[in-house]
Structure formats: C-alpha cells, structure tokens
C-alpha cells in the first residue's frame, strides 16, 4: 500500500483498469471512479485529472484516479448520512462504537444503548453531548417496548436501525443450562426480532436495518452451540424480513463479522486471560490474513449498508472477516 503524503504527487493517484468500461455496469463505475474534483487543493497545477479521465472514459481503458476524497479537505466531503437518525444497539464499546463514531463523522443524529453505565458514560464522552445514550436492555421487550417510544419523542422516526447488540458465553453442550440458554436467546435473537418489531412503526420509508451476525452462523462452533444458534437464526430471520418489510419501503441486510479486535474480546467468557489469549493466537493462526480484523473495518461495511450506496442490497449477508471462512479444512 503506498501511503499518501501531501507535497508527493506521485501518491496522489490509484491506477484501476475496467475491463468493459464502455457501457453499463463498467461506465458507471468508471463514471464513480472519476475525480469529481479537478484541480488538487495541495497541487492546484494538477490539471492532469481532467485530461486522464476524459481521455479514459472515451477511448481508453487504463484509467489513473485522483484520490480526491483522500485530497479534499474535509468540509467539502458529502457526508453521506447528513441528517439522518439512527438507532445502534450495543453502541457503547466495540464495533458498535466504532459505527456510533463514524456515523457521527458522516453527518447522523444518533442514539445508542447498551446496558453497562460505566461504558455508557465513557460512550456519552467520546460521542458527545447530541448523542442520546440509553441504558436498555435487548433482552426485555418492555425495555425495546420504551426505547422506541423514546426514539419517537426524540428524533420523530429512524432512518437507520443497526442491531448489533450481542453477547456469547462458551459453555461444552452438556454444560449449557436452563439460564444460560434463555440469557443467550434473549440478547441474540429474542432481542433482536422484538428490535426490529418495535422499531416498524417508526421506521421511515427508505430505512436501512443491518443486523451484526457472524461467521459462526454457517461453521461448527464448539462450545458456543447456543450463540452460534442464534447467530443462524438472526441470518434467516434477515432474510424473511426483508421480504416482509420491502412493502414499508424498509432494506433489511446483516454484516457478518470474522474474529474482530474488540476491547473486550472474550471479557465475558468467564474463563480466565490465558484461554483468551490462547483462543486469539488460534484465530490468529487459521486467519488467511493472520490478524483480527479491526471494529472500524466492520463499522465501514455497516455505512455501506446504512447508506444509499447499497440502495438495492436487500436480505443479504455481508462477510467481513479476512477470509477466515472460506478455507475448507
Ligand atoms: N468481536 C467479534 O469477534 C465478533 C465476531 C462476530 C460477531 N460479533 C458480534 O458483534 C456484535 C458487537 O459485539 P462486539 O464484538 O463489539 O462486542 P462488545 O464490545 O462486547 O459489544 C457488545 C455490545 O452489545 C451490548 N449488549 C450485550 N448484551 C446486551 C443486552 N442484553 N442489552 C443491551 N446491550 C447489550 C454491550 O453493552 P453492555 O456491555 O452495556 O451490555 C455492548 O455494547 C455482537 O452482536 C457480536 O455477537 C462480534
């Protein structure tokens, strides 16, 4: 990756070759591609922009693209959330927060919850005083039941629902009890098909609902039989959904995250740091791209689903996971 410096023009540009770039899909990306500013606010000489793109998009297929929205400075960026409202369960640590935080950046009136007060306050610091910060638990559906009457007093309607609130104990099959179970259900299904539910009334025509699933949905996951469970339930209950919501004008689509850094990866596994540690090095081990995946690198799939460039992405699962998935043994 080369890294961009300000007074390097040879930086200052992305090559990308659109095989078919003459008509339909392949046009319009290269239409995307093109700079949508042509003159380099550190190198105001650059009048090559223009010439490359126009030159690309009648004859050529070698296409050189400014970086712009690297270059622009950032008051001249389209926010691509401005004004909208959104709603993000388990916004209070994690990927969650990372969402909160990049949606704040991209112009959102934002609400979120989480039930722990410490790291709501801590939440409420980082996100600032216009962002709503709720103490609600997913797992009570009269809980859902008066955060949505809140949403509506608050913001009106919803423009944006992610989700993402979720927990995972491990516990051998023969070890999971009555509590345990029904703990796990209720924050990550029983919690998330009642969010959706409640949230129906007060979702605007055009809203986008993502749902935090995971990769264990579709893989053996020893010990996590119950999270793992729910995990599957949430992806076909996506899929439903948005047959069902496509009449109210409501997109509904899940990011399905690999291992991710979290702060608190395995905080409440309830077994001690070096089980942690060890499950981590393992992940770490089997991952094609030998890291964990960072919350901002789920957080930008998430605007993509929540925007309107995923304006005709409906009931399905985005995987986010550095490839972890996909080697067969
Ligand atoms: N990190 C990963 O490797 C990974 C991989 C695949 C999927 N996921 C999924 O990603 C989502 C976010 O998790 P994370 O990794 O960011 O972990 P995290 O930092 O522990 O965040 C989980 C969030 O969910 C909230 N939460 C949990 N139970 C809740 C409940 N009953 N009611 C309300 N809020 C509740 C937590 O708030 P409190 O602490 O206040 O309860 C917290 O804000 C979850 O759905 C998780 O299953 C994570």
Redesign the pocket.
């Known amino acids: 990756m080369v890294k961009m410096q300000e007074n390097d023009e040879e930086t200052c540009w992305k090559t990308a070759l659109i095989s078919g770039g003459s008509s339909g899909i392949g046009l319009a990306a290269a239409k995307l591609f093109q700079p949508f500013q042509t003159t380099c606010p550190w190198h105001p000489a650059h009048s090559m922009c223009k010439r490359l793109s126009a030159c690309d998009l009648n004859f050529g297929k070698l296409r050189l693209i400014h970086r712009s929205a690297v270059l622009q400075p950032p008051s001249t960026i389209m926010k691509k959330l401005l004004g909208k409202t959104v709603l993000i369960?388990?916004?209070?640590?994690?990927?969650?927060l990372a969402t909160a935080q990049l949606f704040l950046e991209q112009g959102a009136r934002l609400a979120i919850?989480?039930?722990?007060k410490v790291?709501?306050d801590q939440a409420q610091q980082v996100l600032g005083p216009d962002t709503l910060v709720l103490q609600?638990?997913?797992?009570k559906v009269s809980e859902i039941e008066s955060l949505m009457q809140n949403m509506q007093s608050h913001f009106g309607h919803l423009d944006i629902l992610f989700v993402?609130?979720?927990?995972?104990q491990p516990a051998p099959f023969d070890k999971v009890g009555e509590a345990l179970f029904d703990d796990v259900i209720?924050?990550?299904f029983k919690?998330v098909f009642f969010t959706v539910q409640k949230a129906l009334p007060i979702l605007a025509r055009g809203a986008s609902v993502i749902v935090?699933?995971?990769?264990?949905n579709q893989r053996g996951s020893p010990n996590f039989g119950v999270y793992a469970a729910c995990?599957a339930a949430q992806r076909s209950l996506v899929q439903t959904l948005s047959l069902e919501l496509i009449p109210h004008g409501v997109r509904i689509n899940a990011v399905s995250?690999?291992?991710?850094n979290?702060?608190?990866?395995g905080?409440?596994w309830g077994v001690p740091q070096e089980v942690v540690q060890a499950a981590r090095a393992d992940f770490v081990r089997k991952s094609p791209m030998k890291r964990f995946g960072e919350?901002d690198e789920i957080a930008k799939t998430v605007l993509f689903l929540a925007s309107d460039d995923s304006s005709y992405l409906v009931g399905t699962e985005i995987v986010v996971d550095g490839g972890v998935s996909l080697p067969l043994l």
Do not use: Y
């Open positions: 369960t388990g916004g209070n640590g994690g990927i969650g919850t989480g039930r722990d790291s709501l609600s638990d997913t797992g993402n609130a979720g927990s995972s209720a924050t990550n919690g935090t699933t995971s990769i264990s995990k995250p690999g291992p991710i979290t702060p608190r990866f905080h409440r919350p």
